[in-house]
């Protein structure tokens, strides 16, 4: 699915979709500000096991996550084909390393699935829900929901 003027006007919205292993995701396209390639991190002591680092972005240190394993998923070993999405989670900018970005996706929330029962407390408490097109079934995924220690820093 595509852009189309008429899921906008119906109340569509706009998401990123990226591929963290043989699974798929999506973002709400506002909070990407960015996609760059790749770009070794500096570790930093005493952070969480899903804190890759920090990369200097234009002069800003910009702190990188392997969402595959923030999301409990394998970690990921970083390769030149790997991007890095810059997200704003709450009011905090951040990379969220990915496998790619495959999309943008215009879909109305009548595309979306609510996320199945049987999927764990964790999964549910960051997936919005499944959206199902094109023999593709993608996971919507709300940001601040898997960040919620960004917005408690913050305060």
Excluded at 51 to 68: T, Y
Excluded at 71 to 80: E, I, S, W
Excluded at 85 to 110: E, F, P, R
């Amino acid at each position: 699915m595509t852009y189309t003027a008429k899921a906008i006007s119906q109340g569509g919205r706009e998401l990123i979709a990226f591929r963290i292993g043989d699974q798929e995701f999506t973002v709400n396209i506002m909070a990407v500000r960015e996609i760059r390639g790749w770009t070794p991190a500096t570790p930093m002591p005493h952070t969480p096991a899903y804190m890759m680092g920090v990369i200097n972005l234009r002069g800003a240190v910009l702190p990188i996550i392997d969402l595959s394993a923030r999301l409990g998923m394998k970690p990921a070993q970083p390769t030149a084909r790997h991007v890095i999405i810059v997200a704003q989670v709450h009011d905090k900018i951040v990379g969220l390393l990915v496998d790619a970005v495959s999309d943008i996706l215009t879909i109305t929330d009548d595309n979306i699935q609510p996320t199945p029962e049987v999927a764990s407390d964790l999964e549910r408490s960051f997936a919005r829900g499944i959206i199902a097109i094109e023999n593709r079934m993608i996971c919507l995924v709300e940001l601040e929901a898997i960040f919620p220690d960004i917005e408690s820093e913050a305060a």
